[in-house]
């Protein structure tokens, strides 16, 4: 097989992991706000990045969001299809009757220098089947990263996926040339990983995820200021993992839970959420009409109100296990809980402020500041990035409703007030579709 069909093949068998972004998901052009835009309120899709044209698409490389603005393309690719595994989820597996291809070690550390030589790409997300071992396959990944950071010198940032099983020597070793290292976790519970992932054990998983964690420690003890500008050193961007939603019956409560402990035990710097796709699944998984973005969108939205609002996931949940599909977290959250509402703008601190649906942190800095230089009123506020449609139910300045102060573009139906939540949802309430998919996005730092 010639080296231009081995990448197709390979960047194309990479598309399955939501940790890296992806080619196909950038050229839908949505995008969900995140940690470049701390200043957006979950909720916002903000206009995507001129999409990567097709003949790139074609060969993995897709443009990712950096932390502080702008976007550079990443090639993402696999180092091999092949795999001695069987996850019931993913297209790669054992019995899955798709083409197969892989690289050697130094071939795949060209290709990859080369396309950094020639301008093309400014970043590199490298996984693989598992080939023979989680040894042997780490072995290769980690030959494949040294060769690119020792003999072509390459500076960029590089993300390496770590595999299940692999020892800790070599997770140690794959950090010294990684920038960033993920370990997938994928199912939400044990019982789901036995039954849908046989080959892989919560223990395989987790004991990387450790000593990613451990290192992590010891490396921000050794030397704090890791991240230097023009050129990515060691682990700069920590470790990432991704969690499959819609392929078993855990619900959203189960999901955030874990993503909390993820984010707080093992010093996780971004969990991802991925639709199920069913269509490369093997026929034993659920038969979904189509993957449910909608419920990885509301996971994403939730995921940032406990990261950066001071939220914790079990306030987002009403009486069930399962977020309100047709709200963001964060109106459904004060849409249960008028009594906290309205906040007076003249008077609330950070963290009121960040409570009142379509203000996030950026614009509660911003109205502060306003506040402080005298400068707050219904003119400054109509100019900050909040969701007014959203917001002004939920606020007053001065003591007056700002609902009847600012006139919005949309037509206000009769009695819709906090008095009568069940009209303000009504209104409120999602019209549009989440078009698919999301955007995963921001994998890099600055
Ligand atoms: S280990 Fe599982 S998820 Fe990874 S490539 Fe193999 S079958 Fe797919």
Redesign the pocket.
């Known amino acids: 097989m010639d080296h231009l069909s081995t990448l197709r093949i390979l960047s194309e068998a990479a598309d399955?992991d939501a940790v890296a972004p992806s080619p196909r998901i950038e050229s839908c052009g949505q995008t969900l706000i995140g940690e470049s835009a701390v200043n957006d309120e979950p909720g916002v899709a903000t206009p995507a990045q001129t999409p990567q044209v097709s003949e790139d698409a074609a060969y993995g490389i897709c443009r990712v969001k950096r932390l502080g603005g702008g976007s550079v393309p990443i090639l993402k690719v696999?180092l091999s299809?092949v795999?001695?595994?069987?996850?019931a989820?993913?297209?790669?597996?054992?019995s899955?009757n798709v083409r197969r291809a892989s690289f050697q070690p130094e071939e795949l550390a060209r290709t990859v220098a080369d396309f950094d030589a020639r301008g093309v790409i400014h970043g590199a997300f490298i996984?693989?089947?598992?080939l023979g071992s989680p040894d042997d396959t780490m072995e290769r990944l980690i030959w494949t990263a040294q060769t690119l950071r020792e003999r072509y010198v390459y500076k960029g940032y590089l993300h390496l996926k770590v595999?299940?099983g692999a020892s800790p020597e070599l997770v140690r070793l794959a950090m010294r040339y990684a920038t960033r290292v993920s370990v997938?976790i994928?199912l939400p519970s044990e019982e789901s990983l036995l039954r849908i992932?046989p080959?892989?054990s919560p223990d395989a998983i987790l004991t990387p995820m450790t000593t990613i964690a451990d290192q992590l420690c010891e490396l921000a003890e050794t030397n704090p200021q890791r991240t230097s500008s023009g050129s990515f050193s060691s682990m700069s961007a920590g470790q990432t993992t991704q969690l499959i939603v819609g392929a078993s019956p855990e619900s959203d409560a189960v999901i955030l839970g874990l993503a909390q402990h993820l984010y707080t035990r093992f010093n996780v710097r971004r969990v991802y959420y991925s639709a199920f796709r069913p269509e490369g699944a093997a026929p034993s998984l659920p038969h979904l009409a189509a993957p449910p973005y909608r419920r990885e969108f509301r996971l994403y939205q939730a995921d940032m109100l406990f990261r950066w609002y001071g939220f914790s996931p079990q306030e987002l949940f009403a009486s069930g296990e399962f977020l309100d599909e047709d709200l963001d977290p964060k109106t459904s959250w004060a849409l249960r809980n008028i009594e906290f509402f309205p906040v007076e703008l003249m008077t609330a601190d950070f963290g009121q402020l960040l409570r009142v649906p379509g203000i996030g942190p950026a614009s509660a800095q911003k109205i502060l500041a306003l506040r402080k230089a005298g400068r707050l009123n219904s003119s400054s506020l109509k100019k900050l990035r909040i969701r007014l449609k959203y917001a002004l139910w939920f606020i007053t300045l001065h003591g007056r409703s700002q609902a009847t102060e600012i006139q919005g573009p949309w037509e206000t139906p009769a009695h819709c007030t906090l008095d009568h939540p069940e009209i303000l949802r009504e209104f409120l309430k999602e019209k549009k579709p989440v078009p698919p998919p999301i955007n995963p996005e921001l994998d890099f730092l600055s």
């Open positions: 399955w696999l299809n795999c001695s595994y069987n996850c989820y993913c297209v790669n597996r054992r899955a996984s693989s089947g598992v595999i299940p997938n994928e992932a080959d892989k």
